[in-house]
């Protein structure tokens, strides 16, 4: 199965700029997607295909990247961005999740 | 407008099984894989596998294989899934969830599953 890496936590100030990075064990091209998940809620997709913006979600959410390593970032952060984020590869099956990133404030 | 209604929580024994409901309304059912995640409370999410109405084919992550077993019934567009042998491992929150383009656009609202005695 393919591993995605993410750094467990970060904290950023309002209005700043927050990038949360996913490595891949392997490539996975561009089939990486990014997520949202409050607490007690389903997670909310905000970046499919490692950088084109799901529907409805605001432009100052971001991906980039392909092969092993992403990017996700948020510029500017709001406090309603607080929030944990997942990357998922869809490369090959199984699909895996990273193990999240906390975005917390400073 | 897309659509995913899970089943209440359920609250288990170990040793028996479990079997949660995934209604889907506001698209043609038989067109689209259902996926199914778990997760456990704190913790991140796990990818079990999918299920494809139009023809009943289904894949399962190793380590759900014997564990979870997933089923459609087109004529009510409702997948299903049956968690089986459950352990107190296998309390968690199950959401199931649809893709548009690629990446899972449409969740239900999860159905967390209690096993305990």
């Known amino acids: 199965d393919i591993v995605l890496t993410q750094s467990p936590a970060l904290a950023v100030s309002l209005g700043q700029r927050a990038t949360i990075s996913c490595r891949a064990s392997e490539s996975v091209r561009s089939s990486m997607h990014w997520y949202q998940q409050k607490s007690g809620q389903q997670p909310k997709l905000l970046i499919y295909?490692?950088?084109n913006l799901a529907s409805g979600v605001p432009a100052r959410f971001s991906g980039s990247g392909s092969g092993t390593d992403f990017t996700f970032t948020i510029d500017p952060v709001e406090a309603d961005d607080i929030a944990t984020y997942y990357c998922q590869q869809s490369r090959n099956d199984p699909d895996t999740f990273g193990a999240g990133t906390k975005l917390e404030l400073k | 407008q897309v659509q995913l209604q899970q089943s209440g929580a359920e609250l288990a024994k170990p040793g028996t099984s479990v079997k949660l409901s995934c209604k889907a309304s506001?698209?043609?059912?038989?067109?689209?894989?259902i996926y199914w995640v778990k997760q456990r409370p704190g913790q991140g999410l796990e990818w079990i596998g999918y299920i494809y109405p139009g023809n009943g084919g289904t894949y399962y992550s190793e380590k759900f294989k014997g564990k979870a077993t997933f089923t459609a019934d087109t004529s009510s567009s409702t997948a299903y899934m049956l968690l089986g042998s459950l352990t107190p491992e296998d309390s968690a929150y199950y959401f199931c969830?649809?893709?548009?383009?690629?990446?899972?656009?449409?969740w239900g609202q999860g159905v967390m599953v209690t096993v305990s005695s």
């Open positions: 969830a649809r893709p548009a383009n690629s990446g899972f656009d449409y």
């Open positions: 506001g698209y043609t059912f038989t067109s689209y894989y």
């Open positions: 295909g490692a950088s």
